[in-house]
């Protein structure tokens, strides 16, 4: 009888844990539905987003396609007088700063030429002997 007991209890306990156990894998598998239908919103927001995105892009494509097919390419050459007018602008200021480059070499030269001829006089002027009675 007493085995009868044993048995009884240790099917009683199983079937409860069993039971609480089933319990605990149906809520997670609850939140884990409810997460998965989340995330599944997001996406499908975010991939009819994407999908305005890319068929925006479409037209905006079609209408440069048809514009540049319009316009035959008037706009390019807007674009090449305009890089001309910089490649003359970038040459004559290539020019000055040439120019520019000649004086500065010019002025330095001659403050260097000063400056030795000053540094002659000065030699000159120590070592003559007659400097100390003049002054």
């Known amino acids: 009888m007493e085995l009868l007991y044993f048995i009884s209890g240790v099917l009683s306990v199983g079937v409860v844990y069993g039971v609480r156990l089933l319990r605990s894998v149906k809520s997670s598998h ?69 120019e520019n480059a000649k004086v500065f070499n010019k002025n330095v030269t001659d403050a260097f030429n000063e400056i030795n001829g000053l540094k002659q006089n000065i030699k000159a002027l120590i070592q003559d002997p007659n400097m100390l009675t003049r002054y």
């Open 30 to 98: 609850t939140e884990l539905l409810a997460r998965h239908q989340s995330q599944s919103n997001i996406s499908s927001i975010r991939n009819a987003d994407i999908d305005d995105a890319i068929d925006s892009l479409k037209v905006l494509v079609k209408d440069i396609q048809t514009n540049m097919e319009k316009d035959q390419y008037e706009s390019l050459s807007e674009i090449n007088g305009k890089l001309r007018d910089g490649i003359l602008l970038a040459e004559s200021n290539n020019r000055k700063i040439s």
